[in-house]
């Protein structure tokens, strides 16, 4: 099965979430992410796995409130 690779655009659009923003979460690393030379580019698969994760940790959050 082929990796859907998408570039910083396409996840701006598909998170619905400023470039700048992606910028930042990048310089933290808190996004996964990988390098083709100077381009960066993001694996459509992990995207989804990190966002699940933070879903995961606010639903844990409100639980112990």
Do not use: C, G, H, T
């Not at 998170?15 to 993001?42: G, H, T």
């Not at 694996?43 to 966002?51: A, C, G, S, T």
């Amino acid at each position: 099965m082929a990796k859907e690779i998408i570039n910083i655009q396409d996840l701006s659009s598909y998170l619905k979430i400023s470039i700048p923003e992606i910028r930042k979460l990048i310089r933290e690393s808190d996004i996964p992410y990988f390098r083709i030379r100077s381009a960066i580019r993001f694996d459509l698969k992990k995207i989804n796995e990190w966002v699940e994760n933070l879903e995961k940790k606010e639903q844990e959050k409100v639980l112990y409130y």
